[in-house]
């Protein structure tokens, strides 16, 4: 038994990570898709392909999923698995209704939720949640949002003597490259999330040491093809959402936007933060319209992506907890 609920804990995980890909597809392509500067399907297509070479970049993140979350040494396949299940059912409640919940929110949720019920309060790395998940999810939007609305005015100041058709072409084309490099900073950020959780459950299958965990090629093989398949499928719902109903982008803000978000990204990943990309492209769509003027962002349905926020962590929680006891009496 204990072999058929790893081998389920690992299809469930890069099923996961697919819901990751197709929820998250926004992040990358929905500023190139809003402006034009791609069609849907090219963007999505360019986007899957660096989704896949993101996942390949490092394994910090994986490593703080696996051990910094909850604590690895009280966890079981049965916790990891009431997690999934709880990650999913809220990444396919949230894509239903179109908002740019987070994907990592609602695994670490997950995991919160699954450890709570398991080991009580000790299951869970209250520290690491704090330094790893809480801080970088209050920081990061703010960072992008800034980094987005001052790049922006310096775009502006530089090329304001640009032909205004012939500047547009130019950010266009510019997107091209933001755009991959947002989808290529998600990968190597969200891929590794799964990659953390197939970790830990083959230490925990094969009754290893937590501290000996590591990241077999096959693991990071799979949650990125996964990924990057969940990101081809795409998200359109979504992209909607992210790409015109927060504010109307043009080429130039579009490419501020996923400069300053891939940037950030990626920054997070190389120290090792599981970050909600989510949150940080929608902070600097955010910024990138508030150089305009305040209220060309509609801050209504901004809101609604911020209520989404602070409900994904405990939502997620709730529903993996649920999922506990019936997985823990069937296996």
């Known amino acids: ?38 069609s849907p399907r090219m963007a999505v297509l360019i986007a899957s392909v660096a989704n896949l070479a993101g996942a390949f970049v490092t394994t910090a993140v994986a490593k703080n999923i696996a051990t910094g979350i909850i ?10 698995l009431a997690a999934l299940f709880g990650a999913i059912a809220w990444n396919l409640l ?12 609602a695994l670490i949720g997950g995991l919160v939720g699954a450890a709570l019920v398991q080991s009580g309060a000790a299951g869970v790395e209250w520290h690491g949640l704090a330094h790893k998940v809480v801080i970088p999810a209050i920081f990061a939007p703010a960072i992008a949002f ?51 959780v197939i970790a830990l459950a083959i230490v ?22 996964a990924i990057g398949l969940g990101t081809y499928a795409g998200g359109w719902r979504i992209i909607g959402t992210l790409g015109q109903r927060v504010f109307r982008m043009e080429p130039e803000s579009g490419f501020a936007a ?49 209520v989404a926020w602070v409900l994904t962590i405990p939502a997620a929680a709730l529903v993996a907890a649920a999922f506990y006891w019936p997985i823990q009496a069937i296996f």
């Open 204 to 225: 925990l299958h094969d009754n290893g040491d937590i501290a000996n965990l590591e990241i077999p090629t096959w693991v990071k093989v799979s949650a990125g093809v």
């Open 94 to 105: 949230t894509w239903w209704f179109g908002l740019p919940s987070s994907s990592s929110h």
């Open 71 to 80: 604590d690895a040494n009280l966890a079981t396949l049965h916790t990891l």
């Open 1 to 38: 038994m204990n072999d058929v609920l790893f081998v389920l804990v690992v299809l469930i995980a890069l099923g996961f990570d697919f819901t990751n890909g197709f929820h998250d597809t926004a992040n990358a392509i929905a500023t190139s898709v809003g402006t034009r500067a791609l």
């Open 258 to 306: 996923q400069a300053a978000a891939g940037t950030t990204i990626y920054l997070a990943t190389k120290y090792g933060y599981p970050l909600s990309t989510t949150h940080v492209v929608s902070g600097a769509v955010m910024g990138a319209g508030a150089t305009r003027r305040l209220s060309a962002v509609r801050w209504g349905v901004a809101g609604n992506i911020v």
């Open 146 to 196: 800034a980094a987005a609305f001052l790049l922006l005015l310096f775009l502006y100041w530089v090329f304001k003597w640009l032909n205004p058709g012939i500047a547009s072409r130019g950010f266009r084309l510019g997107q091209l490259g933001t755009g991959t490099w947002v989808a290529f900073t998600h990968g190597a950020n969200d891929a590794q999330k799964t990659m953390g």
